[in-house]
Nanobody, 117 residues
Framework: QVQLVESGGGLVQPGGSLRLSCIAS????????MGWFRQNPGKQRELVAT?????????ADSVKGRFTISGARDNAKNTVYLQMNSLKPEDTAVYYC?????????WGRGTQVTVSS
């Protein structure tokens, strides 16, 4: 089992920045990828960015050049960050941390990001 806890969401004006953090604990040795997804009411959850333990990253076209995903690992936990710059109102959503471990997807509870003036 992998437990994921997100933090860093909030309200920000258009053009502003936020940094999301997600800490993975538990059975972290099997984790091969961590990432961020987002979802709005009535819409499908969509991929934002992923970070593989190999170091490779992937981004949705809508966030390329504005968002940066990075990660860190120690003996007890994995951490993944999402630095979000030049935020737009359409970035408003609940952001979920995701972890892929031994073929299973694990999810955090989500953190709300609202971009509004």
């Amino acid at each position: 089992q992998v437990q994921l806890v997100e933090s860093g969401g909030g309200l920000v004006q258009p053009g502003g920045s936020l940094r999301l953090s997600c800490i993975a604990s538990g059975s972290i040795l099997g984790i091969t990828r961590m990432g961020w997804f987002r979802q709005n009411p009535g819409k499908q959850r969509e991929l934002v960015a992923t970070f593989a333990t190999s170091g490779s990253t992937a981004y949705a076209d809508s966030v390329k050049g504005r968002f940066t995903i990075s990660g860190a690992r120690d003996n007890a936990k994995n951490t993944v960050y999402l630095q979000m710059n030049s935020l737009k109102p359409e970035d408003t959503a609940v952001y979920y941390c995701n972890s892929l471990s031994r073929g299973y997807n694990y999810w955090g509870r989500g953190t709300q990001v609202t971009v509004s003036s």
